[in-house]
């Protein structure tokens, strides 16, 4: 859903045919999807990796969140920020680091670049949890430790 609606950029063609199909195998799926879809979730990983949120009740974060220096200036995105919590999270698969390696570049570069990004993003207070494919698919073991950074990063900003 997230996919279609970047697409088409409305779900409503979409949530017209779920309505009309109402007493079909599988509607409750669909309208689930529709009720939680948004665009701002740019890859299957990053979909997948909000379903497994929403069901662990971990609170929503700002989807493509945008990390800036204390002056304003963008450091760069994150997919995904809990800003309350000083807390980021990034998606990201094999295919950043294979096919889609900027030409005149090594997956080297994009790896030292983003630790470069990741430590720009420290020094304004931001501390990175990142997941790959493996994470997302076992979303119970995902849940629970994305659960418990949240948790953990509450408590040391709240001061405990």
Known sequence: M???????GSLDGIAECVEQSNRRSGVGNAKWALAHADPLSESPGESISRYWMIRAGIPMPILQFEVRTSGGALLGRSDFGWPDLGLLGEFDGRIKYDDLVPEGMTAADVVMKEKHRENQFRSEGYWTYRWGWK?????PAFMSYLLERITRRGAVRLGA
């Open 2 to 8: 997230d996919a279609a609606w970047r697409k088409l």
């Open 135 to 139: 994470e997302a698919n076992d979303g």
